[in-house]
């Protein structure tokens, strides 16, 4: 297991040699609850950034780690997703709706002063969970099947990729129904389809089931912004930030009771870094730890988790070295 290098990363005021015995010891420990020790952080995190009332885009979303399967909720922030409740399937292959919920439901409640918008990926597109959601008043954005069947008022059942969307083409359709069975409510539907963007293509359009009122609210033009759905892409983000883009920890070897302490432990660094890279970017010394941009690139080249992951040594630097390398320089 890579306890090496979380331990170098985990910003603890701990020797290193020592900080990886810690962490061993910590994920050794029974009586870990995601609810008791990780809910309390995430809590006071966001009531930081974000006033009650504030709207939380929330990703529901599956991963393959090893041999385990995990069922994750996640919080999307930017273009980074932070880890919030999570749970082991003792199945290989997609959650039903029971696990679904299970997930679900102790973010809802700890979330209740925020507007959430729950997204989901094709994984997610049933109907019950649609229903179940909307009954929780809650806004939610779940990508269908394109062979999902919907029928717009008076007109036949027909499958979604009937729909004639070609790509740079967004249409809205309010009040359909979705599949043949009977005892659900109408739903909004968004086909969409991306147009060519940096020289790249997306294979086919989205099939989007929503209670959004409007285009508008569900899908945004702006290609780096493209929709409160396309935000989902953070999870590969955070997924890569756990893997070779941070912690590599691609060997873990742990136990299913270890693999939940582990990543409550990854969800404290991952969280710990943002900060840092958030408060770096705010004290406006963001250009002396990376270069933002580049020439012929709107976006930053570097997220705030990365600076704040890799900008530790320069800090370093600044506070105890500086008058000294002024000092050699002149």
Request: positive net charge; aromatic residues 10%.
């Amino acid at each position: 297991m890579r306890i090496e290098r979380l331990a170098a990363t985990l910003q603890l005021r701990i020797l290193q040699s020592s900080r990886r015995r810690h962490i061993q010891r910590f994920l050794q420990i029974k009586a870990l609850s995601i609810l008791v020790l990780w809910f309390p952080i995430v809590k006071e995190v966001i009531s930081r950034q974000l006033k009650p009332g504030s709207q939380l885009i929330i990703a529901l979303d599956r991963t393959q780690w090893k041999e385990y399967n995990v069922l994750m909720v996640s919080d999307l922030v930017q273009k980074r997703a932070f880890p919030i409740f999570w749970t082991l399937l003792d199945k290989k292959g997609a959650s039903n709706l029971a696990e679904q919920q299970q997930v679900l439901r102790p973010v809802i409640r700890l979330l209740k002063r925020y507007k959430l918008i729950i997204i989901g990926a094709r994984e997610f597109h049933s109907i019950e969970l649609a229903q179940w959601l909307h009954r929780q008043h809650l806004s939610l954005v779940l990508r269908q099947k394109c062979s999902t069947t919907f029928r717009e008022k008076r007109q036949p059942f027909q499958p979604l990729d009937s729909i004639p969307v070609q790509p740079g083409i967004h249409l809205f359709y309010p009040k359909v129904d979705f599949t043949q069975k009977k005892g659900f409510s109408r739903f909004n539907l968004v086909a969409s389809w991306k147009g060519k963007y940096r020289g790249k293509q997306e294979d086919e359009p989205w099939y989007l089931l929503t209670n959004l009122p409007d285009l508008k609210s569900a899908m945004a033009y702006r290609p780096a912004s493209y929709g409160v759905y396309s935000k989902r892409y953070g999870i590969e983000a955070m997924f890569k930030d756990c893997k070779t883009g941070g912690y590599n920890l691609e060997g873990c070897q742990a136990s299913p009771d270890q693999l939940i302490a582990l990543m409550i432990v990854i969800a404290l660094a991952m969280t710990s870094a943002w900060l840092k890279g958030k408060r770096t970017q705010l004290q406006g010394q963001e250009k002396y730890v990376c270069r933002p941009q580049e020439k012929g690139r709107n976006r930053r080249r570097h997220s705030k988790f990365w600076i704040g992951l890799s900008g530790e040594n320069w800090l370093i630097a600044n506070d105890c070295c500086w008058e000294w390398v002024e000092s050699m320089m002149s």
